[in-house]
């Protein structure tokens, strides 16, 4: 049976890659090859890196290694992954729903820097939105809430009037931290509990409400 909710905030949060952005294969590449050259299990690896800055991956997967060798290996990976952008696509529906926020509150909330944010937008033929969180406006990556919190921040809202979106267990955890509702985008968002869980979102319809609110219309079932 379909069902349809509707959600009302003030401005929307996005996460990119798995909620924009489909960048598993670009992902999965660049960090089993890590994996391998660490003599590290890349099913395990996979499990961890998404939704945190690379340095925050590193950071649990080597933890005895200094941090200033994860930063290292973070530069060298975003500059991988930034070239890597072969099955880099949009999610379905992701055309249709940034194009319906034009001349709403929204933000781009992602772990990415700002070439690889580019390459990979650009990649899966996305826009920008004009505010954008990127990993050189935080000092801590998720599951940190600084990033949602600066998002809400940049656009004047309370952030418990924002809705954020996420794919990941990290993501989620963040913008819960912020103290706000979490849309959960596709399969890796199922096992934390969003507010709300579509596949992607060609579920979800935005329109303007009363007073400066948008609804946020989810088609569930």
């Known amino acids: 049976m379909t069902a349809t909710s509707v959600l009302t905030a003030r401005a929307l949060l996005l996460d990119m890659d798995g909620t924009l952005v489909n960048s598993d294969a670009s992902v999965e590449r660049v960090w089993r ?17 998404h939704g945190r800055q690379g340095y925050a991956s590193m950071a649990l997967l080597l933890p005895d290694r200094p941090m200033e060798q ?14 890597d952008t072969e099955g880099v696509v949009a999610i379905p529906g ?11 509150p929204h933000a781009l909330v992602t772990s990415a820097d700002v070439a690889l944010s580019t390459a ?11 505010v954008r969180i990127t990993a050189e406006s935080v000092g801590a990556s998720k599951p940190d809430p600084e990033g949602f919190l600066k998002g809400a921040a940049e656009l004047g809202v309370d952030p418990a009037d924002c809705i954020a979106f996420e794919d990941s267990g990290a993501g989620i955890t963040a913008a819960r931290a912020a103290g706000m509702r979490v849309v959960g985008i596709g399969p890796r968002a199922g096992a934390h509990q969003p507010d709300v869980l579509v596949p992607d979102l060609t579920r979800l319809r935005v329109e303007a409400g009363p007073d400066g609110t948008i609804l946020l219309h989810v088609r569930t079932g």
């Open 33 to 49: 090859r890590w994996a391998g050259r660490h003599g590290l299990d890349g099913d395990e690896v996979m499990k961890v890196v």
């Open 70 to 83: 994860n930063h290292a290996d973070n530069a060298r990976l975003l500059a991988e992954e930034t070239a």
């Open 94 to 104: 992701a055309p249709e729903f940034l194009a319906s926020l034009r001349g709403l």
């Open 120 to 130: 990979r937008m650009a990649a899966a033929g996305l826009g920008l939105p004009d």
